[in-house]
């Protein structure tokens, strides 16, 4: 489960709002805006059946067990790579807040994405508050590079590396 979570945060993190519109539709809550990470999941899905098994299992036991217990909220600290190639694609600190709360409202089915089928997952999400090496951070990182253009099956690795951090830590 950690690993779609973690993934889904990555591809998320590299989205990119292209327009202040998006920005306002979306804290306004008409509507969530497009993410990439739904339709990358989606061909992830398509192409992958052992994949495919695994993500509807985790989706299972997620649903299980939140019917079936009640538990504390688990909090999962977030590190946000803003990789941009243009100030026109730079993501603001607001911005990216906005998208955690975004992503918070998805994680426990309210706001805008509400769904009858889903269920609060009991999940937040946080900006990270210490990098690995123990120092304060805001938990966001911006590094201009022309790989904010990637090509995904090609690159991805590339860009990943361009400011990785330890998952381990």
Known sequence: MLFVLLS???????????SQQQLQTSTQGLTPPKCFSDEYLKAKLASNPAFALRHAAMNS???NYSHSQQRSILTIPVVVHVIY??????????????????????FSNSGAY??????????????AQTDTNGQFTIGVTWTQSSLADMI???????????IRWDPNY
């Open 8 to 18: 889904t945060c990555s591809v998320w993190a590299q989205y990119t709002i292209s």
């Open 61 to 63: 036991a997620i649903r």
């Open 85 to 106: 190639d243009s100030f026109d694609d730079y993501l603001s600190l607001q911005q990216i807040q906005q998208g955690i709360a975004d992503l918070n409202a998805a």
């Open 114 to 127: 509400n769904n009858a089928n889903g269920v609060d997952t009991q999940i937040q999400f946080c900006l």
């Open 152 to 162: 995904i099956e090609t690159q991805d690795d590339t860009l990943k590396n361009l």
